[in-house]
């Protein structure tokens, strides 16, 4: 008998301090109301951890941002803070109505001061959604729906915000059905959210600590190819540099042996299929579409300019291409080599290049996605350009 009461004195001893201990724990991290929480301020996003519909990516490195575009974990990678206003905005084109909310990036559309996105609490305060206006501008969509599990803590004596929250993401099963990373087919992939209320600015150099199922996330590592080859160029899309001298005469005489200035846009859309625009009088062209080819020896790439580009004749250009990284961005450079008239026909003529200066000669493109190098885009503009005329 003297045992079962030294036994039960025990068990209660431990149940008491273990009711100080967790009182205590409480008092240092108490979990609000669900109700109560207010979500408006800054928050640094301290972890991601993504839940359903994303797995290790296929390779452990890419080459170009387009094999990942549109994939939840390397979109969100760059989101540094958020910020819930209490300002209230309506979108003008969908006429969706909220209070605006801000992503942190080091992008640009992250301190652009334009709107992009808003969020609304529900009724009751348990859940949250935030809304894109438009799915591709910025390139990638970061609305978060059927918000759930909204709790807020404390740690060090900051509010920390947990929720789990749907994205959108690219279908990584799936991906092959397009050549077009901006019309990939998408899922729904779940993730939680950890943040951390702050009053001062948010490091866009800092990105948040990314998770898959509770375990460390390693992302693909971006490795810019130094070489062209065919097929590290099919599927990609380019734009003439910003800045560019581009000839457009107006509706003077043209003169040939300048037409290739001209070019402003190049999308290799697959091993054999090349869209491309060029500025006209007018303005820029729509459209048109060649064939190519490309030597990886000689790192030659060819194309002709289609019946009725120029006066119904068919203009063959050849270029030597290469690849050029300055601050971890990557341009195609193309250098004329030589220009056609009349290819393929009696009157074919190789065009004498000695009058023109090297500076033009030699082309830099940026890379763009497909979609913006499209007649519906509108980031291609002859303004955007500097016009010679001779």
């Known amino acids: 008998m003297k045992n079962i009461k030294v036994v039960l004195l025990a ?30 301020g800054k928050w640094i996003i301290k972890e991601i951890n993504f839940k359903s519909n994303v797995k290790a990516w296929k390779n452990e490195t890419f080459t170009d941002v387009m094999d990942v575009f549109g994939w939840a974990p390397y979109m969100f990678e760059s989101a540094s803070g958020v910020e819930f206003t209490n300002e209230d905005y309506t979108d003008s084109q969908t006429q969706k109505s909220g209070k605006v909310f801000k ?72 991906m092959d059905e397009s050549s077009n990373p ?24 800092v990105s948040p600590n990314l998770k898959l199922n509770g375990a460390a996330f390693k992302l693909p590592e971006q490795i810019y190819p130094t070489v062209v080859t065919k097929a590290n160029l099919a599927g990609t899309a380019w734009m003439l540099k910003i800045g560019s001298k581009i000839y457009d005469p107006g509706f003077a005489t043209q003169n040939p042996v300048l ?26 062209v729509s459209t048109k579409e060649t064939t190519w080819q490309y030597d990886n020896a000689t790192y030659i790439v060819s194309y002709a300019k289609g019946e009725g580009a120029m006066e119904s004749s068919v203009m063959k250009f050849v270029w030597k291409a290469s690849y050029q990284i300055t601050d971890d961005v990557k341009s195609l450079i193309l250098e004329l080599q030589e220009v056609i008239n009349n290819a393929g026909q009696e009157a074919e003529t190789k065009l004498d290049l000695s009058t023109v200066s090297a500076d033009i000669l030699k082309r830099e493109f940026t890379s763009v996605s497909a979609d913006d190098v499209s007649d519906n885009s509108t980031t291609v503009k002859k303004d955007n350009y500097t016009i010679f005329t001779k």
Not at 182 to 201: D, I, N, Q
């Open 259 to 284: 037409e290739f200035a001209k070019l402003i846009t190049l999308y290799f859309e697959d091993e054999s299929v090349l869209k491309f625009r060029y500025s006209f009088p007018m303005g820029i």
């Open 182 to 205: 901006m019309t990939r087919p998408k899922v729904a992939a779940t993730a939680t959210f950890t943040l951390v209320e702050t009053s001062g600015e948010i490091d866009t150099e």
């Open 11 to 40: 068990l209660c001893s431990i149940l008491f301090l273990n009711s100080c201990s967790s009182d205590d724990d409480n008092d240092n991290n108490p979990v609000i109301p669900t109700e109560s929480i207010k979500l408006e």
């Open 103 to 174: 992503l942190i990036t080091g992008s640009s559309y992250g301190g652009s001061g334009k709107v992009y996105w808003i969020w609304n609490q529900s009724e009751d305060g348990k859940a949250f959604e935030v809304v894109q206006f438009n799915s591709q501008m910025p390139p990638y969509d970061f609305s978060m729906s059927k918000t759930s599990s909204l709790e807020e803590t404390t740690l060090d004596g900051k509010r920390v915000l947990i929720f789990t929250t749907t994205l959108i993401s690219i279908d990584q099963d799936r």
